[in-house]
């Protein structure tokens, strides 16, 4: 394949409507009506408790972290604080976003809100991303959330340990989304009725920052933007690190998210941040399942899917070798094995995949 | 009363579900509210044309399986992004334990 061009404005994106693999009809592992109804039924009370301890510990280690200040026995309090407001909002931006984590509409949307905000991700734009990023998932050209593109962009990938690069686009975004503007890729994905909302959005956040370094500037301290902003940077890396376990180093431009996806077990702590979306392949197959059903539905399917990574370890330890292969050979990528217990890939449509193409590492 | 359409039985929904119909070379999802009324919208989401039938219905909401947009199924109204086009309602009634559809 000659070198992938990932604009959604590309050759690549206009050879994946043409060959079909744009919208197209995705695989998903037979479940009757009455089970899939018990999955994917809404309730309150997860939701509730999970947000309750989220927003809590962070009260509590900002407070701790802000008297401490400028202690060193401050910095523990902040990297808890920081992981919270810059990896779990994150997955509190997910999961609101589908409108599964809670029954309430409004409960739905106010922590959507409040978690775009910290991970500074518009929440109209992204909205429509990510309904992208689910229709056509690690299609080349298609998808805008591709996190590990082939090859592997190393120098970023690594940065975005730290927030770097995404804090940089997100900012830089939100200042021209503030000066009434779109950018042209965003414009492919967000329909012309919704950019008065992208618009207010951006300029809601542009002067909640401008206060924020206005107070800093006032009180010749960083203290305002330890609580608002930084953290975006300093507790970034959990999300990376599990994010990135989501796709990389598997197949791309297929139509079976049991290729492309991958499922993680993991502990409680990164659970908890994550709100269980190490289910990954499962949660692209059934978007309607909250994710506190997710190991339910894991349980319910694993038949079906690849066996799942072991551990994070594990998973890069599968990961990281095909990544620094594909910094030479870009085709390279992990072929998924299926149990016997499992339907087979569709070889009409995966044909070098599922026998492993030339340059493909078949273990 | 030739335009009303046998589309199936009373007790082929449960309360608060959806089932897909199927008929002329279109398709429909057909609803059973929690208080026991039927209604009957266009089959396909307005947003990617995915099939109505696999989502879930709240109340009087039917979320759709591929981006989670929802729909008042009684009006058909768009409620929640990604979904901003309406979905085209048909009215229903009952006849004895039988599902009535009038198609237009
Ligand atoms: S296809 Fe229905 S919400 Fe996208």
């Known amino acids: 394949m000659a070198r992938r061009d990932y604009s959604l404005l590309g050759p690549d994106a206009q050879r994946a409507v043409e060959t079909g693999l744009a919208a197209a009809e995705w695989y998903h592992t037979d479940i009757p009506r009455a089970e899939m109804k018990a999955l994917m039924a809404r309730t309150d009370a997860p939701a509730i408790r999970d947000t309750a301890i989220w927003l809590g510990l962070m009260v509590a280690f900002a407070g701790i972290a802000i008297w401490l200040w400028p202690s060193w026995w401050s910095v523990p309090f902040w990297l808890a604080y920081g992981v919270l407001y810059g990896s779990a909002s994150d997955s509190r931006w997910h999961e609101c976003g589908h409108g599964t984590a809670f029954r309430t509409a409004w409960m739905n949307t106010a922590v959507y809100h409040l978690a775009s905000f910290m991970i500074v991700r518009n929440p109209v734009t992204w909205r429509w991303s990510h309904a992208r990023h689910h229709t056509d998932t690690i299609i080349v050209g298609r998808d805008p959330e591709i996190a590990a593109m082939r090859p592997p962009a190393a120098a970023r990938m690594l940065l975005n340990f730290a927030g770097i690069p995404d804090i940089i686009a997100g900012l830089s975004r939100m200042l021209l989304n503030a000066a009434g503007r779109l950018d042209p890729e965003e414009a492919t994905f967000v329909p012309v009725s919704e950019v008065p909302k992208v618009i207010l959005v951006a300029r809601i956040w542009t002067a909640i920052y401008a206060a924020t370094i206005a107070l800093a500037l006032a009180t010749q301290s960083i203290l305002p933007l330890m609580v608002i902003g930084l953290p975006r940077l300093y507790g970034a890396w959990h999300f990376v690190l599990v994010g990135y376990l989501q796709h990389a180093g598997l197949a791309d431009n297929v139509t079976d998210h049991r290729l492309n996806s991958r499922t993680v077990l993991m502990n409680p702590v990164s659970r908890f941040i994550y709100w269980n979306m190490n289910y990954h392949v499962e949660h692209h197959m059934f978007p309607m399942v909250p994710y506190h059903r997710l190991p339910d539905l894991h349980a319910r399917i694993r038949h079906d899917l690849p066996a799942p990574a072991p551990s994070m370890w594990a998973a890069y330890r599968e990961v990281l070798p095909v990544l620094l292969r594909q910094l030479r050979h870009e085709d390279a990528f992990l072929r998924r094995d299926l149990p016997p217990t499992a339907r087979p890939y569709r070889a009409e449509f995966h044909a070098d995949v599922s026998a492993g193409a030339p340059g493909v590492p078949a273990e | ?104």
């Open chain 2, 1 to 104: 009363m030739t335009d009303w359409t046998d589309a199936c039985a009373t007790d082929a929904i449960d309360p608060e579900d959806v089932v897909r119909f199927d008929h002329g070379g279109r398709t429909f999802a057909l609803y059973r509210s929690p208080d026991d009324r039927w209604y009957c919208t266009d089959g396909l989401c307005t947003h990617e044309q995915v099939h109505l039938a696999d989502g879930l219905v709240m109340d009087h909401l039917i979320e759709c399986p591929k981006h989670n947009g929802q729909f008042d199924y009684r009006t058909g109204q768009a409620k929640r992004a990604p979904v901003c086009v309406n979905l085209r309602t048909y009215e229903t009634r009952v006849d004895g334990d039988r599902v009535l559809v009038r198609i237009g």
